[in-house]
């Protein structure tokens, strides 16, 4: 059993939890997720990690509540525990094992669509502690939607806000933002890493490719045993078959077909909302 030591409502049906997980902690970098089973009928729920404390054992993740699975997660409070946490699991970001002073070179650009803002949080940290600074469009559909905005801007290099509907910073989609940082503000970038849900990280590969800026994006497929056995987090990048579990989660966005991904990742709907039907009653 793994202790919820913290406990913070970030926006409607979005929240953070410090889990005590020392083992985790210790070797947990940025790129990696767990999976965590809410009690004995929960579900594995695959989710990135947000932010990590080597010395106190802890570690963030960040939830969206939407369908059963998350629900359980969302009623735990500060004290309660959960039932499993496994991980770190996947592959750390590539730059983890690059030369500092080389990375401090590259014009580094982090998309961060919505709840996939939090993932995006301990890879721009983990660069600024090592004097890299990277820039940031967070995009997210209204302004109460905003998450993390504090913790981001202390680390990034500039911050980017944008919202669908406009309340909040840029009037527009993380793309309009990327066409207009470089296409209209001069801003020039060696690698992009988008962080968001699948569409959105295929319409910012769609876009960085025309802009000739390679692109690294973080797939969030279906996943079950996280370690390569069941196959479901397949996906295709470059014509191979990957496991977005322990290849991945990062791949090269330009190699990626998105469409696939995503046709692949809706493929339960139907049993999601039965389910989740059924966990309201
Ligand atoms: P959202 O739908 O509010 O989208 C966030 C932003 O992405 C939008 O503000 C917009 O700027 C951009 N976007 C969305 N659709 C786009 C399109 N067609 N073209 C260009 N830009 C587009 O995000 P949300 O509701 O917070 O997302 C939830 C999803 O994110 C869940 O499905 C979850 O699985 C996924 N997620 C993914 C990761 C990951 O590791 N990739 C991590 C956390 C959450
Ligand atoms: Fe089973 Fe990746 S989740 S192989």
């Known amino acids: ?35 965590v ?21 802890t570690v963030q993740i960040v939830v969206q509540s939407m369908g059963s699975s998350t629900k359980k997660l969302a009623v735990l409070e500060k004290g309660d525990y959960v039932k499993d946490f496994v991980g770190p699991l996947g592959v750390p970001s590539e730059y983890v094992n690059e030369d500092i002073e080389d990375l401090k070179k590259k014009r580094i650009l982090f998309v961060a669509g919505g709840v996939g803002t939090a993932p995006v949080y301990p890879q721009v940290k983990w660069l600024h502690e090592r004097g890299v600074e990277a820039d940031v469009i967070m ?15 202390s680390v990034a290099g500039n911050l980017y806000v944008a919202t669908d509907d406009g309340s909040y910073g840029f009037h527009g989609l993380v793309t309009n933002y990327i066409e207009e940082l470089v296409n209209n503000q001069g801003k020039e970038y060696d690698v992009c890493i988008a962080i968001g849900p699948m569409i959105m990280m295929k319409f910012v590969a769609l876009t960085t490719k025309k802009l000739n800026i390679p692109t690294i994006v973080s797939l969030n497929p279906i996943m079950v045993d996280g370690t390569g056995m069941c196959g479901a987090c397949r996906v295709t ?13 990062e791949f090269d966005g330009h190699l990626v077909d998105f469409d696939e991904a995503l046709k692949r990742q809706g493929q339960y709907k139907t049993e999601e909302i039965k389910k989740d039907e059924a966990y309201k009653c």
């Open 1 to 35: 059993m793994y202790k919820i030591v913290e406990k913070e409502i970030l926006a409607p049906n979005i929240f953070s939890m410090d889990i005590l997980a020392p083992r985790v902690a210790s070797s947990a970098n940025p790129g990696q997720f767990v999976i």
């Open 237 to 249: 990048v470059g014509n191979e078959t990957k496991f977005a579990c322990v290849h991945g989660p």
């Open 139 to 153: 995009g997210a559909k209204t302004k109460d939607l905003v998450i993390l905005e504090d913790k981001l801007r």
């Open 37 to 57: 089973i809410a009690d004995e009928t929960g579900e594995r729920v695959p989710l990135t990690i947000c932010d990590y404390d080597k010395e106190k054992g």
